[in-house]
């Protein structure tokens, strides 16, 4: 299992209609991915505008070649980058240990 971990930042004020909007995009098209084993979104306390999206994948090209190269990824950034004050930091991570 593969952790994809994006640091989103969005521009002020638009906080209920990203919620929204990524809420959606979950549910409507990374649902449909191949790999997809779930999803988190967390908005920051200290800064609003922030959001970590945790999406679970079987593996890293699951995320990386399947969906970002596939027709998914365009109706997935149709329906939240417009939200986007830059482009999302995205890191991947692999379980070490599970307490």
């Given at each position: 299992m593969i952790l994809e971990l994006a640091d989103i930042r969005i521009q002020p004020?638009?906080?209920?209609?990203?919620?929204?909007?990524?809420?959606?995009?979950?549910?409507?098209?990374?649902g449909r991915a191949q790999g997809f084993h779930g999803a988190k979104v967390n908005r920051g306390i200290e800064s609003p505008e922030r959001y970590i999206l945790q999406i679970f994948w079987a593996t890293l090209e699951d995320h990386t070649v399947a969906f970002r190269q596939g027709?998914?990824?365009a109706e997935w950034r149709a329906i939240v980058g417009p939200f986007f004050a830059a482009?999302?930091?995205?890191?991947?991570?692999?379980?070490?240990?599970?307490p």
């Open positions: 004020s638009q906080n209920a209609a990203f919620e929204e909007a990524i809420q959606r995009g979950i549910a409507t098209v990374i027709p998914l990824f482009p999302p930091v995205v890191e991947h991570f692999e379980l070490v240990s599970k």
